[in-house]
């Protein structure tokens, strides 16, 4: 059996890419066709894989301008050549998944959201901080992409979802039901320490992170937090930061581990599809204080991985992380917690997922499947 790999872009390191390692540790052998691939922004590993990149590859300046390109992508996709394969597998939160299969194909779609820019607009102009021309011609373009989001998603087979929040997006964008298969979590060796007393934030520094809200919660409080990553949010943040916040800047694997086993807590500010970074922290054995939305949700439990707060205001996170200074920590009861969410867990979900897949694929019956899956997502709702 033949198989390929599609995924959105190779140009930044997260969630979305730890997927994608895992789904080539099952087809070691299969090509990744992806839109661009900057191997200084990814691991040493990538470039011993089979990568394929679209014509964006040769574009001028793809590296720092890859998003003034956004009505290439659609063709970057289309055009790729995949008609020697059986099985694809797209990993994708944008534009993967619009590639065009042969006849007779089977093409599975991890899907980590639909597009975040077309359908919940508001928010990333508002926290994209879009104005003047552009803004005023983002309507003309994402009416557009809407209308290829939902055309391109026909030509998935199967969608497998990363949460049941982003399940219900499927169905109310793309109306497809879709098996929901939590992203795996690299457990690191549990071996618990005695807490600092800091506080936790960080990853990629963009706008839709909210982490602006953290630095105003610690500002009031005046308790220590320390950031850690990079990226294109950073230098506003710092404008905003008081004396007792820390900006770490980019932190290797050993580093960002240790900081996480020493911290109070970790702040999770932002909504997230679903969110690897907080279950790592659990991992080590601390505990998170999250705001309540999204992937979150289904992930911690108040009370017990820690805190949530219900609106997205500094006000409430500081009220949060005040009572918070008082709750007991179990940290064997987050490490086991953590456990659920496991790479091992993941890959066998993902193997048997695609085994029953092809099977029915090959009998037939693939309707009657993906009718199973619309049975699950409505259960499960």
Same mark, same amino acid.
């Given at each position: 059996m033949r198989v390929a790999l599609v995924h959105d872009y190779l140009n930044q390191y997260g969630g979305a890419e730890r997927v994608l390692e895992?789904?080539?540790?099952?087809? +070691?052998?299969? +090509?990744?066709?992806?839109s661009i691939f900057d191997p200084a922004a990814m691991p040493a590993a990538y470039q011993?894989?089979?990568?394929?990149?679209?014509?964006?590859?040769?574009?001028?300046?793809?590296?720092?301008?890859?998003? *003034?390109?956004v009505p290439l992508y659609?063709?970057?996709?289309?055009?790729?050549?995949?008609?020697?394969?059986? %099985?694809?597998?797209?990993?994708?939160? /944008?534009?993967?998944?619009?590639?065009?299969?042969r006849p007779g194909a089977l093409h599975i779609c991890y899907c980590h959201t639909p597009m975040r820019f077309a359908w919940r607009t508001g928010d990333y102009v508002a926290r994209e901080q879009i104005?003047?021309?552009?803004?005023?011609?983002?309507?003309?373009?994402?009416?557009?992409?809407?209308?290829?989001?939902?055309?391109?998603?026909? *030509?998935?087979?199967?969608?497998?979802?990363n949460s049941r929040e982003v399940a219900g997006r499927i169905a109310r964008y793309y109306r497809r039901p879709a098996m929901v298969i939590p992203p795996p979590v690299d457990l690191p060796p549990y071996q618990p320490s005695q807490p600092e007393d800091f506080y936790l934030a960080g990853g990629r520094l963009i706008p839709y992170?909210?982490?602006?809200?953290?630095?105003?919660?610690?500002?009031?409080?005046? $308790?220590? $937090?320390?950031i850690f990553g990079d990226g294109r949010d950073r230098a506003r943040l710092k404008r905003m930061a008081g004396p007792t916040i820390e900006f770490l800047g980019w932190v290797d694997e050993a580093t960002r581990l240790?900081?996480?086993? *020493?911290?109070?807590?970790?702040?999770?500010?932002?909504?997230?599809?679903?969110?690897?970074?907080?279950?790592?922290?659990?991992?080590?054995?601390?505990?998170?204080? /999250?705001?309540?939305?999204?992937? /979150? %949700?289904?992930?911690?439990?108040?009370?017990v991985t820690g805190r949530f707060f219900y609106q997205p205001a500094a /006000?409430?996170?500081?009220?949060?992380?005040?009572?918070?200074?008082?709750?007991?920590?179990?940290?064997?009861? $987050?490490? *086991?917690?953590?456990?659920?969410?496991s790479r091992e867990r993941f890959l066998t979900a993902i193997r048997s997922f695609i085994d029953e897949a092809l099977a029915a694929?090959?009998?037939?019956? $693939?309707?009657?499947?993906?009718?199973s899956l619309y049975r699950q997502t409505v259960a499960a709702m």
């Open positions: 895992a789904l080539h540790a099952l087809f +070691p052998a299969a +090509p990744v066709y992806t011993q894989w089979d990568i394929r990149t679209s014509f964006m590859q040769r574009l001028p300046a793809w590296r720092t301008q890859f998003r *003034r390109y659609p063709a970057a996709f289309e055009q790729f050549d995949l008609r020697d394969y059986d %099985l694809i597998i797209s990993s994708s939160s /944008a534009f993967a998944k619009g590639i065009i299969p104005s003047g021309l552009q803004a005023r011609l983002l309507p003309f373009l994402l009416n557009y992409l809407r209308m290829w989001d939902t055309t391109s998603a026909n *030509r998935v087979d199967l969608f497998i979802a992170k909210r982490l602006e809200l953290a630095i105003e919660a610690f500002n009031h409080l005046r $308790l220590p $937090l320390k240790d900081l996480f086993a *020493r911290c109070r807590a970790f702040i999770f500010p932002g909504e997230e599809d679903f969110g690897i970074t907080p279950l790592e922290v659990l991992a080590v054995g601390r505990p998170v204080i /999250a705001f309540a939305a999204g992937g /979150a %949700l289904e992930t911690l439990i108040e009370g /006000a409430a996170l500081a009220a949060a992380v005040a009572l918070s200074r008082t709750d007991p920590v179990d940290s064997l009861a $987050l490490r *086991r917690h953590a456990e659920r969410f694929h090959r009998a037939g019956r $693939l309707l009657e499947f993906e009718q």
